[in-house]
């Protein structure tokens, strides 16, 4: 079983940073692929980032691309999300997500952390 927690959440404006994290309760982080999501009000949970098992591979939705940038701290079983030149549309709620490396899902879900951006 792995615990997700994340914090850093919160308001800000457009063209603001924010940077989110994602505490891991396992003891083999270093073996899980990590991923955020987002989910706005009336739509679809969507994919933001993911970032392989040793952090040497990252994927980025087209949306976030060159303003996001995922990272990990295997010693410290954290992941990160650094997010500059936020927009309006980047409110949501962030979710931290965890799966084994060859899953075709996701297992494992953070409560989500709320990121709101004004305009």
């Known amino acids: 079983q792995v615990q997700l927690v994340e914090s850093g959440g919160g308001l800000v404006q457009a063209g603001g940073s924010l940077r989110l994290s994602c505490a891991a309760s396992a003891r083999t982080f270093s073996i899980y692929v990590m991923g955020w999501f987002r989910q706005a009000p009336g739509k679809e949970r969507e994919f933001v980032v993911a970032?392989?098992?040793?952090?040497?591979?990252?994927t980025y939705a087209d949306s976030v691309k060159d303003r996001f940038t995922i990272s990990r701290d295997n010693a410290k079983n954290t992941v990160y999300l650094q997010m500059n030149s936020l927009k309006p549309e980047d409110t949501a709620v962030y979710y931290c997500?965890?799966?084994?490396?060859?899953?075709?899902?996701?297992?494992?879900w953070g409560q989500g952390t709320q990121v709101t951006v004004s305009s």
């Open positions: 970032i392989s098992p040793s952090g040497g591979s990252t």
């Open positions: 997500a965890a799966k084994t490396r060859g899953a075709a899902t996701y297992s494992y």
